[in-house]
């Protein structure tokens, strides 16, 4: 296999880790603040609480490894991204910082506040809106590269539909991942009232995020219809993910085997999200950038795979460790741990 | 103003924070790890509940490392987009492997944390300390070696038309000053964390706290504290020894060394004569600079004449070193009079003024942090990468990084005076007594 397939796979899988975990930990942030106006926090905090607390550390690493991955294989796209992304780049990890930790402020310090509540809430749905903007950016369009000077305008950036439209989806599915996630592990700890209360807010979800991939399809075919016809072309991919949130859907409102529903969450997102990335190919930045004109010298390449594979060796067991003490551990869920 | 200007500005700021934390995060699960061993096999309560209320406080200052460590991570990318491009062709080795180690102990501080009555035997509770020593040393590890490579760029040469050829991702890392750098670092974040802690168990000891828990977190602290002194003076030693090979500029403008000869004499302190570059009011040891740069008199130290003016770094990081060194030290000194006072067996070792200066030795460690990496990093000027890329050619051209710098310097502001409080309201409410109250009294 060619190198820059390899890295850039290695990459979008850590991605597409990423917009799991996160969205799971920024929608709870979400719905806590939000069950915590309507006054229903004493039914869902606990569950919330309890998954959130020993795995929140590892959602940033997720982000971290994806952009320190990037520099390493693509080398410049430290030198266009970077330069384009400041104001963006800083307002999410401005974001980033308070979330993070204003989150063990509000857990291991001595009490809970609503303010800090309000912090955690609203920055889980800031974040992702500031992060996408860096795939709409990806699209061209954003970036100029004028002499030896790359320019960002912002303002175009701001007045696109395609950024809106991303925006949009970002903000439904983090929601909709992290219902459907919590209603799962409500239903583990045998918890009905959060189940049900969590089970309402995923169908509620689920609709818009629909509509939002259909709203970004529409507006890339505007914005780029070069890699809206490379999409069509791998159509069957999105129609994959269309058909797995149904199954997904239809087990929800069964109320039967929410396991298999989450995983089917995460079915229909990998599908539209390896979609995206296949048609995506072979730009890192629309017209600039593609993945072999980017990619480091094959020594580096190959020592950072070699890097990877030992690192997954050492990662995974650990990562089946923390799944098999909190996540899988009945006892835990339940909280008589 | 340029983007060069405010593009340092931030960078400096966001390590000047995010180092105070780091050390923190580096150095006390060591000590976390300790008092729990230490309890298990003496079978005493008060150094697991020592643990305990250190994993406690712990969390809170890992939480604010971890941000800051994710703002600098990226950061890097956004302010010095040319350097991040060289820099990821060479050395991205290391940073990449920093991750792998940060999530190794990610993942099981999130184990530690949740799992203190969860098993059987407690040496297993134990046990997964272990890897949140070995995850976040690792982690600094990793990242002095990207440091040292700007220091001492190895592993590649540079074709006549810039192409980067011959990449050795091993030898980048291993390169010069990557042995002494990261010794110094890791003992040094070491010996932070230990004077921290021990300057808590001294402040509640002099407040009239009597309990025998505290003294045992002190006499803790303080033998670790002796060790890594002493291991941190070693290996500031070699650091000096390397310099003098392999970054003499650096060390000639922290010693404010001109004339390069043989039986140089170390200046401690005093003023500089711009004009003359006489060095007045000093302490003038002879011989000192040659013998720490090489073991003897003998030893010839390269001065500023012989290195070009453009390459000088800016001659007030003498006074960085200085304090560095001469609170090194003092925390040697302290911890030793410490030990000796214990070892006579007369109780002096709970002397006011000893306790005193044990306190003083929390913050004073700390800004020997500070100022030895400002040293480390202002005496690398004007280049980012040695010899390869200068400061001023590696910045963003954005025109909002000034912006930005004010964002991001209230924010830190907030966040240091939000986790005192925090940390401050944690400790207050549930004090150390109330939680030995609640156990069995033992092993006095």
């Known amino acids: 296999m060619k190198l820059e397939i390899i890295g850039i796979t290695v990459l979008w899988v850590f991605l597409y880790g990423y917009l799991i975990v996160a969205s799971i930990d920024f929608g709870a942030g979400f719905f806590s603040y939000y069950s915590m106006l309507t006054k229903k926090d004493h039914i869902i905090n606990n569950i919330i609480s309890r998954y959130l607390s020993p795995v929140w550390e590892v959602t940033n690493v997720f982000l971290i490894f994806f952009v320190v991955g990037c520099v390493g294989f693509f080398p410049d796209t ?33 009490r809970q506040s609503r303010v800090y509540m309000f912090l955690y809430g609203m920055t889980g749905l800031f974040i992702p809106a500031s992060l996408s903007t860096v795939l709409t950016i990806s699209e061209g369009g954003f970036i100029e590269k004028v002499g030896t000077e790359v320019v960002f305008h912002a303002d175009r950036l701001l007045t696109s539909p395609y950024s809106w439209s991303v925006v949009f989806l970002a903000l439904v599915s983090i929601l909709y991942i992290s219902a ?61 993910s269309f058909l797995c949130f149904c199954v997904a859907v239809y087990l929800m409102w069964k109320r039967q085997n929410l396991g298999i529903q989450f995983i089917f969450v995460m079915f229909q997102f990998a599908y539209a999200f390896f979609g995206y990335g296949m048609s995506h190919m072979p730009y890192l930045l629309y017209d600039y950038v593609t993945i072999s004109s980017a990619l480091t010298n094959s020594t580096m390449g190959w020592a950072l795979v070699g890097a990877f594979i030992a690192g997954l060796f050492l990662l995974i067991p650990s990562i089946a460790l923390l799944m098999w003490l909190f996540l899988f551990n009945a006892k835990y869920v339940r909280g008589e741990k | 103003m340029d983007s060069v200007f405010w593009s340092r500005v931030l960078t400096e700021t966001t390590l000047a924070f995010h180092i105070i934390w780091a050390t923190i995060g580096v150095g006390v699960p060591v000590f976390i790890s300790l008092a729990e061993y230490w309890g298990i096999r003496t079978k005493d309560p008060h150094y697991i509940l020592l643990a305990r209320r250190w994993t406690r406080g712990f969390v809170i200052t890992v939480a604010v490392g971890v941000v800051t460590g994710t703002c600098i991570g990226i950061m890097l990318s956004l302010l010095w987009p040319k350097f991040m491009q060289l820099a990821g062709n060479i050395i991205s080795l290391p940073l990449f492997m920093e991750t792998f ?57 540079i074709a006549a038309d810039g192409k980067l050829m011959d990449i050795d991702p091993i030898a980048a ?48 602290t303080m033998i670790a504290g002796l060790i890594f002194s002493l291991l941190t003076f070693v290996a500031g030693d070699i650091s000096g020894k390397f310099l003098a090979k392999h970054q003499p500029a650096k060390l000639a403008a922290a010693e404010w060394h001109f004339e390069t000869q043989s039986e140089a004499p170390l200046y401690f302190g005093g003023v500089l004569d711009k004009e003359t570059n006489e060095v007045r009011y000093a302490i003038k040891i002879p011989n000192a600079l040659s013998i720490l740069a090489g073991n003897s008199t003998k030893t010839e130290v390269i001065g500023l004449n012989d290195i070009p003016k453009e390459n000088h770094p800016p001659l007030y990081i003498h006074y960085l070193f200085d304090i560095m060194v001469a609170i090194g030290v003092y925390l040697a000194l302290v911890s030793a009079v410490f030990l000796y006072c214990w070892w006579r067996k007369k109780g002096s070792e709970w002397n006011k003024w000893l306790l005193r200066a044990i ?61 005192l409080v925090v940390l401050n309201r944690l400790f207050k409410n549930q004090p150390a007594e109330a939680e030995l109250e609640n156990m069995p009294s033992q092993g006095n």
Not at chain 1, 79 to 107: D, E, H, Q, V
Not at chain 2, 190 to 215: M, P
């Open chain 1, 180 to 240: 459907s996630f919590l209603t799962f592990y409500a239903d583990r700890a045998g918890d009905t009232a959060a189940r049900e209360l969590l089970r309402k807010y995923t169908l509620f979800w689920s609709g818009p995020t629909i509509l939002a991939s259909l709203l970004v399809f529409w507006s890339l075919s505007k914005h780029n219809p070069v890699h809206f016809e490379n999409a069509l072309s791998i159509g069957w991919m999105f129609g994959a």
């Open chain 2, 173 to 220: 890392m291993l390169n010069p000053a990557t042995p002494s750098k990261v010794a110094h670092v890791v003992s040094s974040a070491y010996l932070t964390s230990g004077f921290l802690l021990a300057a808590i168990a001294a402040y509640h000891i002099l407040r009239g706290n009597k309990h025998v828990y505290y003294k045992k977190a002190l006499r803790l």
């Open chain 2, 101 to 157: 180690a940060f999530f190794f102990e990610a993942i099981f501080l999130g184990i530690y944390l949740y799992t203190w009555d969860t098993f059987k035997k407690p040496i297993y509770h134990w046990l997964t300390s272990i890897p949140i020593i070995i995850g976040s040393t690792m982690s600094a590890v990793f990242i002095t070696m990207v440091n040292a490579f700007m220091n001492t760029p190895t592993g590649f040469t």
């Open chain 2, 359 to 419: 306190i003083l030795g929390g913050p004073l460690s700390f800004i020997a942090i500070e100022c030895g990496w400002i040293f480390a990093e202002v005496g690398r000027l004007p280049w980012i990468i040695t010899g390869i890329m200068r400061v001023d050619k590696a910045a963003t051209t954005s025109d909002s990084v000034a912006l930005m710098t004010i964002l991001f310097s209230i924010l830190y502001l907030i966040l240091t005076i939000v986790a």
């Open chain 1, 78 to 110: 430290a030198y266009y991204y970077g330069t384009a992304l400041l104001i963006p780049g800083s307002i999410a990890l401005i974001l980033l910082t308070i979330r993070g930790s204003f989150y063990a402020f509000a857990n291991y310090g001595a």
